[in-house]
Structure formats: C-alpha cells, structure tokens
C-alpha cells in the first residue's frame, strides 16, 4: 500500500486534530467529497473521529506510521535465520524487526549445535529492511517466501 496523491495530502493534514470542515478548506475539496475519502480511511484503521466538542478527525498510530514509511507491505515474509545461540538474541532480534515496523505473527526456533535455526513469518516489512536490521546479529538469512 502507497501513500500519495490526494490521500498523502489529506494524511498530512490529520497529524492534529481538525474538523472535516477545516481540512475541506485547506485542500480546497467540496466537504461531502472529503468525508466519503475520510471514511474509506477510517475503515482501513488509518484515522479515528471524534464528534461533538472538540471532535475532529486525526491519524491513529498506524495512519502516522504508513504516512512516515510512505509505503507498506500487505504480504508476509517467512524467514530462516541462523545464529550463534546466546541468552537474549531472540529478544534482541524481535526488538530490532519491531523498530523497523515489523509484525512477528509466527516464531518456531530450533538448536543445531551451537547454532540456533529460527524461523519467522513477519508482515509490515521487506526483505532489504529485515537483512538491514538483522546483519551484525544473526550468521545467515533466507527468504523463503
């Protein structure tokens, strides 16, 4: 999923809150145009209303994180990771996936030797990012789907 165009613009306008009406005179956009836009926003869990007094339209924190990253990956990645086995390397690689925006859904970790095999299924990220985060940690990783 790409943010841009008229979407990236309403997006950059929702860090705050503001009322439709406001944000319809800032993009210069008829207000029914612009609610049917917010809405299809709201479904997809990138923006959150609020009615009444002091209400408003505002990203939530996965609309601020798809606004920054500019781009995310529906799909998931299966990893085969291989590493020196020590206490804490486990946390220390779901600690570095999650600070690059990645969701561990599934995690199986097998012993070979001194070695541990871990395999990962990850969404949110993409194969240059995991290989990124995870070089000076981990001996080798496979994509395997």
Known sequence: MKVEG??????????EPITIRELAKKLNIHPKNLD??????RDLGLVETKKGRNGGVRLTKEGIYLLEKGEITLG???LQIVAKDR?????????????IGGNITSTVLERDGEDVVIYLIVENVDKDEIKNALEDVVKKI???W
């Open 87 to 99: 206490i804490g390397l486990l946390a220390d690689i779901t600690s570095r996936i999650s600070k």
């Open 76 to 78: 998931a990645l299966k």
């Open 142 to 144: 496979s994509i395997i």
């Open 36 to 41: 049917v836009k917010i809405r299809v926003l």
């Open 6 to 15: 008229l979407t990236k613009k309403i997006m950059e306008h929702l860090k």
